[in-house]
């Protein structure tokens, strides 16, 4: 699938890219992707076969697509690829980044020299890591991701209470405790070995895109490897732009996401902050007669009254203005949310006036 941007340039939605993640990033139209998810090659810098104590391989990262001739080599690399990808980064855009001891500090240094804006370094620590089998350091059981911003005044998607919600209500912590791929999820090629050493599971994919994306945003990885990023974001309900040089990776990658399912509408729905709501003055309340002038307001705690105005204000004992200040006022408090704050009587029960202003956002609602 296809879409036309400004300049009236395609967009390649929902497909995946052949060839070097520069010079593909570089033909895509400028500020045309909302997020970037980015798991370059960590420059492991291995010396040599890794033994289990029994003497079996380890089947290590070893390939080619991750083998530098020296630190500054990688340092150009990652330069260069930051700079493609922050010029597609819409104004409001983000990047996230994922990396090991090996590479993720250098990686930061240039995101930073790049004009990114750091938001957060989240930890993945693993639930079930691979152990060290020379046991000369300790077990590698996290890598680093970095959050940033295009620039420091980019507005960001962040999705709080979503997040919140994933986590049983609890504010979602910067550590986020998940297994590395096993079992079904682990990709096999043809000869029944791992498709990909570094396959990245699925539930980091899905708290990153429920995190910091929106349906229908696109999402692009410039090191798409087996997919795990495209699976994700159709069954999440985003586009994504895969790019990947590597041509059994994308034979892998392709059978994988042919084979997902996107979640219906209603499923993909997610919980929003209440700021995110639409605004309803107090003062439509009175207007539409749900409230009328006149009528008496009681505080939550019944220590406190106050009768509305025509003009949607309340007064009270030597204290009048909006449904705010009058609430911190009787407080002696620096603020107050007047919708919690505030009940009225309805067949001598006190309801919020919050129900009323929830009942208006349902219309508003039903006309979008």
Same mark, same amino acid.
Request: proline fraction near 5%; charge should be positive.
């Given at each position: ?12 939605? &929902? ?39 029994? &003497? ?46 090996? &590479? ?35 077990? &590698? ?228």
């Amino acid at each position: 699938m296809k879409t036309m941007t400004k300049g009236a340039q395609a967009l390649p939605l &929902n497909t995946i890219i052949s060839g070097d993640c520069i010079d593909a990033m570089n033909a895509l139209p400028a500020e045309s992707v909302d997020l970037i998810f980015a798991d370059p090659p960590y420059n492991l810098q291995l010396r040599g076969d890794l033994h289990r104590p029994d &003497n079996s391989k380890v089947d290590a990262v070893d390939d080619e697509w991750d083998q530098f001739a020296s630190f500054a080599v990688y340092d150009k690399f990652t330069r260069a690829w930051l700079k493609a990808a922050r010029r597609l980064l819409k104004p409001n855009g983000a990047i996230w980044v994922i990396g090991s001891y090996h &590479n993720i500090f250098r990686v930061g240094a240039a995101l930073q020299d790049q004009g990114f804006w750091i938001l957060n370094d989240v930890v993945w620590r693993k639930s079930n890591p691979m152990p060290n089998f020379r046991g000369k350091r300790f077990t &590698n059981a996290h890598e680093t991701m970095i959050w940033a911003g295009k620039d420091e005044s980019a507005k960001y998607t962040f999705n709080y209470e979503a997040l919140k919600a994933l986590n049983e209500g609890i504010q979602m912590r910067s550590d986020w405790v998940l297994p590395i791929c096993t079992g079904h999820e682990r990709l096999k090629d043809d000869a029944g070995e791992k498709a990909h050493p570094t396959q990245k599971p699925e539930s980091l994919l899905h708290r990153i895109l429920v995190g910091s994306t929106n349906p229908g945003d696109v999402v692009l990885d410039p090191f798409f490897g087996t997919g795990t990023t495209g699976a994700v974001a159709k069954m999440l309900g985003r586009d994504f732009i895969g790019i990947e040089r590597e041509e059994a990776y994308r034979k892998v990658a392709e059978k994988r996401i042919k084979s997902v399912r996107k979640f219906d509408k209603e499923a993909l729905t997610t919980t929003t902050s209440k700021r995110a709501e639409p605004r309803v003055p107090f003062g439509q309340l009175v207007e539409r007669g749900m409230l009328r002038p006149g009528e008496e307001l009681y505080s939550l705690n019944g220590r406190y009254s106050a009768k509305v105005r025509a003009d949607g204000t309340l007064i009270g004992n030597e204290v009048k203005g909006s449904i705010h200040q009058v609430g911190a006022a009787y407080e002696k408090a620096p603020s107050c949310n007047g919708w919690t704050y505030w009940c009225y009587k309805k067949d001598g029960k006190r309801v919020p006036i919050d129900i009323l202003r929830q009942q208006i956002r349902a219309e508003m609602a039903n006309l979008a």
